[in-house]
């Protein structure tokens, strides 16, 4: 198990941009396939993108916009999600997780359910 901090979530404007990171505590991130899902209110947890931390390889899911990437610090053992151009349907709670048992798989699992590290979440609103 590893514990994942999340930070960076906030109220922000339609158009702006905002920047959540995650961080393993105790654990290299190079260790693990990063992942970020976000929560509607009444939903389950949605794949939003991930990263290997291995190899930095990145995935998204085939609706992405590209408006959000995925990107990984390893000096600083951080995972960074990039948000631009943030809608108010952006609004959400946003998860980091980490799955160990995919690092050196092919592809990641779009999947919450194959995710067993999770961080507490970190609200995002974006007013109109």
């Known amino acids: 198990q590893v514990q994942l901090a999340e930070s960076g979530g906030g109220l922000v404007q339609v158009g702006d941009s905002l920047r959540l990171s995650c961080v393993p505590s105790g654990r290299l991130l190079t260790a693990y396939v990063m992942a970020w899902f976000r929560q509607f209110p009444g939903q389950e947890r949605k794949f939003v993108t991930a990263?290997?931390?291995?190899?930095?390889?990145?995935y998204y899911p085939d609706s992405a916009e590209g408006r959000f990437t995925i990107s990984r610090d390893v000096a600083k053992n951080t995972v960074q999600l990039q948000m631009n151009s943030l809608k108010p349907e952006d609004t959400a709670v946003y998860y980091c997780?980490?799955?160990?048992?995919?690092?050196?798989?092919?592809?990641?699992?779009?999947?919450?359910?194959?995710?067993?590290?999770w961080g507490q979440g970190t609200q995002v609103t974006v007013s109109s």
């Open positions: 997780a980490a799955d160990a048992r995919r690092l050196w798989s092919r592809g990641v699992s779009q999947n919450e359910n194959d995710y067993d590290n």
């Open positions: 990263i290997n931390g291995r190899t930095g390889l990145t």
